[in-house]
C-alpha cells in the first residue's frame, strides 16, 4: 500500500508533518549558559566589551579591553572593574533523524519511525519560529540525507520531504541487511559541520549504539548543545505472557515463545540493560536524553520533557 494510503501510524506524508507547525509554538528548548536561562532557539554568550544586554560587574583581568572598565565603580571600589555584557548568538541546528527498519516496529498508535519523523519537524518547525537556522540528515540502512542549515521556510519543508520519502519506503517485507553502523556513519558526518555552537538533535532508538557513539556525542557536546530523543516502544518493557512474535535480522527470521518465562526474562533484561547504559551515558555526557514513546502523541510528551529538562538546568 503506498504511503499516502497508508492508516495514519504506519507512514507519514509530507503534508502531515508540515501541518506540525502549529503545534510546534509553545515547546522551548534549554542550552547551556552562565544564568541558566530556559530558551528557544537563541543562545546567549559571555562577551568581553560592548554587547546588547548588561551580564555583570567583574574585577579587571589580563586581557581585558579597557573600554569595558567601569571608572565610577573603579573609582569607588579603588580596584578596576569591568562591565560584561551578553551578545545575542546565533545557533545553529541540525535535526538527526533515524528511518532505519529498526525503527518500523510500533505495538500502538505508531511506528517508532512515524514517532522520530513527528518529532524531528516539532523541533526543525520550533527552531525556525526561534529565527535559527534549521537543517538535518536523515538516514536509513543504505542512504544519508542531508538538508543544510537555512533561516527558511522552504528548508524545513526540504528536511519534511526527504523525511517523509524515507519513511514511506519502510515495508516489511525489506530485503537490504540492517546496518547498525549507520547511526555512527551519521553522527560523523554532523560532527563533520557541527564544529561549535550549534544546537543538535539527535532522535533515534540507538540500535546499534557502541563506545565509537559515545565518544562521537562526547565530542559534539564539547562544543556544541546536545540533545538526544530517544523513541522507544513500550512493548518490550510490559511483555504479554501468551502468544508469539517474530523477529527479523534482515534476511533471518525467528518466532519467540512469550509463553516461555526465560524467553520474556531475557527480552526483558535486553530491553532494560540498554536502557540503563543509555542513562548512564546522560549522566556521564551531561545531556538531556528524552525517552519518547511511540505508543503516545507526541507533541506533549516532547513538550513536558522539555519543560522538566529546562526546570533541573535552573536548579543547577
Not at 528548508?155 to 525489506?174: E, R
Not at 510490559?238 to 527479523?248: A, C, K, Q, W
Not at 526483558?268 to 502523541?297: C, I, K, N, Y
Request: overall charge neutral; glycine content about 6%.
Amino acid at each position: 500500500m503506498p504511503a499516502s494510503q497508508a492508516p495514519y501510524g504506519i507512514h507519514v506524508t509530507t503534508e502531515q508533518l508540515v501541518a506540525l507547525e502549529a503545534r510546534a509554538r509553545d515547546l522551548s528548548f534549554v542550552q547551556k549558559s552562565r544564568s541558566h536561562q530556559q530558551l528557544a532557539g537563541r543562545m546567549q554568550s559571555s562577551m568581553r566589551g560592548r554587547g546588547l544586554t548588561f551580564e555583570e560587574l567583574r574585577d579587571y583581568l589580563p586581557g581585558d579591553d579597557i573600554r569595558s572598565i567601569d571608572w565610577r565603580v573603579t573609582a569607588r571600589t579603588n580596584k578596576p572593574v569591568v562591565r560584561v555584557y551578553s551578545e545575542e548568538k546565533e545557533r545553529p541546528a541540525l535535526v538527526v533523524v533515524d528511518q532505519r527498519i529498526n525503527m518500523f516496529f510500533g505495538s500502538r498508535r505508531a511506528m517508532k519511525s512515524v514517532t522520530a519523523a513527528e518529532a524531528a519537524m516539532l523541533c526543525a518547525w520550533r527552531v525556525l519560529g526561534s529565527g535559527d537556522r534549521v537543517g538535518g540528515f536523515v538516514f536509513n540502512d543504505t542512504d544519508i540525507d542531508e538538508v543544510r542549515p537555512h533561516r527558511s521556510r522552504e528548508a524545513v519543508i526540504t528536511l519534511a520531504g526527504k523525511i517523509a520519502a524515507q519513511n514511506g519506503s519502510l515495508d516489511a517485507g525489506f530485503s537490504e541487511p540492517p546496518s547498525p553502523a549507520s547511526l555512527d556513519m551519521t553522527l560523523q558526518r554532523v560532527a563533520s559541520i557541527a564544529h561549535h555552537d550549534h544546537l543538535v538533535i539527535v532522535i533515534t532508538d540507538f540500535d546499534g549504539h557502541s563506545a565509537a557513539t559515545r565518544d562521537i556525542l562526547l565530542r559534539l557536546s564539547g562544543r556544541n548543545d546536545v540533545i538526544c530523543i530517544l523513541v522507544y516502544d513500550p512493548f518490550l518493557l510490559d511483555l504479554p505472557t501468551s502468544g508469539d512474535i517474530v523477529v527479523s535480522g534482515g534476511g533471518l527470521q525467528a518466532e519467540l515463545s512469550l509463553r516461555r518465562a526465560d524467553v520474556r526474562q531475557a527480552i526483558d533484561t535486553f530491553a532494560r540493560d540498554r536502557g540503563r547504559e543509555l542513562r548512564d551515558w546522560q549522566r556521564e555526557l551531561g545531556l538531556p536524553m528524552l525517552p519518547v514513546s511511540a505508543a503516545e502523541e507526541t507533541a506533549p510528551q516532547l513538550r513536558r520533557l522539555l519543560e522538566q529538562a529546562a526546570w533541573r538546568q535552573r536548579r543547577r
